[in-house]
């Protein structure tokens, strides 16, 4: 599956953004997706994840509460909304698919990674 993320900008502290992922492939469905990010400096950290029904979803505590994450299967497409959004949220956002039905929050456990989205979130 081949995946392109798209959406990143610079928005102010309070300011909500929305990221959009649009996956290839006939199978969609059957992969568990997430959103992972990297600021300068630090490693890729778990942001969210979904499974393929929808029907389960996993956020990280810094995020819990403020994003949101949603799939559409029948446009191949996830989506993460991002709202009240801080300067600490300011990092490069990478979509990425799992061949599975569980969710991971470990990066190495996906197997497939779109480009990265660059979100700037100035105080």
């Known amino acids: 599956v081949q995946l392109q993320a798209s959406g990143g900008g610079l928005v102010q502290a309070g300011d909500s953004l929305r990221l959009s992922c649009a996956a290839s492939?006939?199978?969609?469905?059957?992969?568990?997706m997430g959103w992972f990010r990297q600021a300068p400096g630090k490693e890729r950290e778990f942001v969210t994840s979904i499974i393929g029904s929808g029907g389960r979803i996993y956020y990280a505590d810094s995020v819990k509460g403020r994003f949101t994450i949603s799939r559409d299967n029948a446009k191949n497409t996830i989506n993460l909304q991002m709202n009240n959004l801080k300067p600490e949220d300011t990092a490069v956002y990478y979509c990425?698919?799992?061949?599975?039905?569980?969710?991971?929050?470990?990066?190495?456990?996906?197997?497939?990674w779109g480009q990265g989205t660059l979100v700037t979130v100035s105080s």
């Open positions: 492939g006939r199978t969609f469905s059957s992969y568990t």
């Open positions: 990425a698919a799992r061949e599975s039905i569980y969710y991971s929050v470990y990066a190495h456990d996906y197997g497939y």
